[in-house]
């Protein structure tokens, strides 16, 4: 009996970092599924932001333990005690050349998008393992496989993601608790400006050997509209969101956008050189661009 269709009873879901982009358009998409949705957020204002859109939300700083813990036990409470589904979509980008990225730079970046990643999801865990069931999906990106440059803090943070979910799904292996990882490309977001700020917070532009490279980094983490081709709207993650909540099957690794085939396809086939010779082409675009 206990393997009966589980997948159908995936109602009960929280969603990390909601404020906007991707986490917000989650927040819709699975409501309108006919999910019970909790939504975590860092600041007030966004918290009342959604709870005009009839959405149930809690504050939840991923850079900070207990507040994790206090906002697991509250989103546990506004779920009558039951969690089905976990989408860790809160995360940020520490753009840098890696040579000029201080230890707390690092630390700031493996805070938010691992460590209170993974606090959470443990967490979730211990809940599904009473229920016998649940499903784990993880925000990642086309940089937790392959790696671009100015972007080390953040390709090391969804590396290090994918370690820790690919573990976990070995580790979680005949328990009806699925881990799923969404590996986006360019999504439409706020993830720019959030960037940027970070940027101008941690890089110390006029003494780096990158200065040039940083002046044209400025104008495409300034600009407005998407900044690279194939970029796609959240939606596009969402519904990767929903087949691994939904599906009976629910599969490993999501691909979303042109560039994450590509890449994931390039790996595969190209030697590592000549990998590293694209991916260097493509840094050069964006310098132009």
Known sequence: ?????????????????????????????????????VATVRKPEDMQMLEKRNVKVILMDLADENSINLGFEQALSLLNG???????NAAFGQPGAVEDLSRQALREQFETNVFGTQQLTNLAIAQMRKQGFGRIVYNSSVLGFVSMAYRGAYNASKYAIEGLADTLRLELAGTDIFVSLIEPGPITSRFRANAFAR?????????????????????????????????????AVVAKCLHAFESKRPKI??????????????????????????LRKVSDNEKRG
């Open 253 to 278: 690794r999501y691909y979303v956008t042109f560039p994450t085939y590509l890449f994931a396809t390039l790996k595969r086939l190209l030697p590592q050189a000549a990998l590293d010779w694209f």
């Open 1 to 37: 009996m206990k393997k009966q269709s589980h997948h159908s009873k995936v109602r009960n879901v929280l969603v990390t970092g909601c404020s906007s982009g991707i986490g917000l358009r989650a927040t819709d998409m699975l409501q309108a599924h006919g999910f019970n949705v």
């Open 199 to 235: 940027y101008e917070k941690h890089i110390d532009i006029n003494n780096s050997a990158h200065f040039e490279t940083y002046e044209a980094m400025e104008a495409r983490l300034q600009k407005e509209g998407p900044a690279a081709p194939f970029t796609l709207p959240p939606d």
């Open 82 to 88: 039951r969690l089905d589904g976990l989408f860790n």
